[in-house]
């Protein structure tokens, strides 16, 4: 297929992270010969949009950045409420990418108001977001989206591939797997042995720093950030922002019952717990030393 992708980016309620995002991804010179885009906020003015709104033109991807509201005194642009818009030019995509956890699931900006503000199609795990029944919107969800997803994503159902999604509508090639899997602290899970403090590059940060690598659909620890690092590679815990009910409170915390963290998916408490005593009973020397110790 030769010809280019035709996107207009939309924004909610938003930071603009995900559009800085997008912009960071590593392979964008190459990647920008590949599309067209109509309309982004952050690069075209107000007369490259109304002309577009007042036109019939249809386009590929309508990409959504931000939380939405019926509430119009919440979102307006070029003083016509954001509902109108969205759905004028909702009606002339292809496909709505919900780009972001804010435009998934309402993420921080539902906080505020969880009965006014939503995502697209879900508020916060319950379908019934701003549009109750749509059917070519597909979620990507991450505070903010990782680009290699979204221009994954993009490049798939431009090359007419089927992409599977999950009961939230994301695809499955990135949200199957597990924060955790690919964290290079996994041997300090398995044993049990705490990371000290934040930044060291010692430990799992699981059991006293909140980390949720193993609740969090993502493969971020898979394919890194700008190919180099992730949050748990520099010493800092997942905070699950793939997820439905990001941002949880308490972000630097592990939520305890009884002085027992929570459990991974798929694992029932008595085995998880079983096998995490046994482990924390050995002392791996080798685990609970420096990795690079200063003074050898
Ligand atoms: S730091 Fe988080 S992601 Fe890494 S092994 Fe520990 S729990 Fe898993």
Redesign the pocket.
């Known amino acids: 297929m030769s010809h280019k992708y035709s996107i207009i980016w939309l924004q909610g309620l938003t930071c603009n992270g995900n559009s800085h995002s997008f912009l960071n991804y590593t392979h964008m010179p190459s990647f920008a010969a590949s599309f067209d885009m109509l309309y982004h906020p952050l690069w075209c003015g107000a007369e490259d949009f109304m002309s577009l709104l007042n036109s019939d033109v249809t386009f590929d991807f309508l990409i959504l950045e931000g939380a939405l509201s019926h509430d119009e005194r919440l979102i307006q642009r070029f003083n016509l409420p954001f509902y109108e818009i969205l759905d004028t030019l909702a009606a002339r995509a292809k496909y709505i990418i919900c780009a972001g956890s804010c435009a998934s699931f309402g993420g921080v900006f539902r906080l505020r108001d969880p009965e006014k503000i939503t995502g697209a199609l879900f508020s916060g795990k319950e379908k019934g977001g701003y549009w109750l029944e749509k059917n070519n919107i597909i979620n990507i969800s991450g505070c903010p989206v990782h680009p290699r997803w979204l221009v994954e994503t993009l490049v798939a159902l431009h090359h007419g591939e089927k992409v599977l999604l999950d009961e939230f509508l994301r695809p499955k090639e990135v949200f199957s797997y597990l924060?955790?899997h690919g964290?290079l602290?996994?041997e300090?899970?398995e044993w049990k042995v705490d990371s000290k403090q934040l930044g060291e590059r010692e430990g799992?940060?699981?059991y006293e720093h909140g980390?949720l690598?193993?609740m969090s659909h993502a493969n971020c620890?898979k394919i890194l950030w700008n190919d180099i690092s992730s949050k748990?590679r520099a010493g800092s815990?997942?905070l699950g922002c793939t997820e439905f009910d990001f941002p949880r409170r308490a972000l630097y915390e592990t939520q305890k019952n009884m002085s027992l963290p929570q459990t991974p998916f798929g694992i029932s408490k008595r085995a998880y717990y079983s096998l995490a005593g046994v482990a924390k009973s050995f002392k791996i020397e080798r685990l609970e030393k420096k990795l690079i110790d200063e003074n050898d």
């Open positions: 924060a955790h964290c602290r996994n300090y899970f799992c940060l699981f980390c690598g193993p620890n748990t815990p997942c």
